[in-house]
């Protein structure tokens, strides 16, 4: 069983950052692919970034791309998302998940096994 809990949410200004943390459980953190993902109330949940075990390979939405870095900690095994020049329709509960093993670089939900109960961000405007 593996757990996830993310940390770093709160209330920003646009135009500021902030920092997502997500702490994992298990000795096996670097075998997996991990990704961010986000819902906005009424909306579905949607892709934000996606890493490779090895943290050598990333991808990113294109409404985050250039703003948003992923990163991972494997050794501490916790995955990061440093969130720069925000924007309000940012505003929503950000979720780490754990890629099913075997799985590279995805941006489907379908494709994650392990979720965690998310953090909220909101970007005031």
């Known amino acids: 069983q593996v757990q996830l809990v993310e940390s770093g949410g709160g209330l920003v200004q646009a135009g500021g950052s902030l920092r997502l943390s997500c702490a994992a459980s298990?000795?096996?953190?670097?075998?997996?692919?991990m990704g961010w993902f986000r819902q906005a109330p009424g909306k579905e949940r949607e892709f934000v970034a996606a890493i490779a075990g090895s943290g050598a390979r990333t991808y990113y939405a294109d409404s985050v791309k250039g703003r948003f870095t992923i990163s991972r900690d494997n050794p501490k095994n916790t995955l990061y998302l440093q969130m720069n020049s925000l924007k309000p329709e940012d505003t929503a509960v950000y979720h780490c998940?754990?890629?099913?093993?075997?799985?590279?670089?995805?941006?489907?939900?379908?494709?994650?096994?392990?979720w965690g109960q998310g953090t909220q961000v909101t970007v005031s405007s």
């Open positions: 298990g000795r096996t953190f670097s075998n997996y692919a």
């Open positions: 998940a754990k890629a099913r093993l075997g799985v590279a670089l995805t941006t489907n939900v379908g494709s994650y096994n392990y």
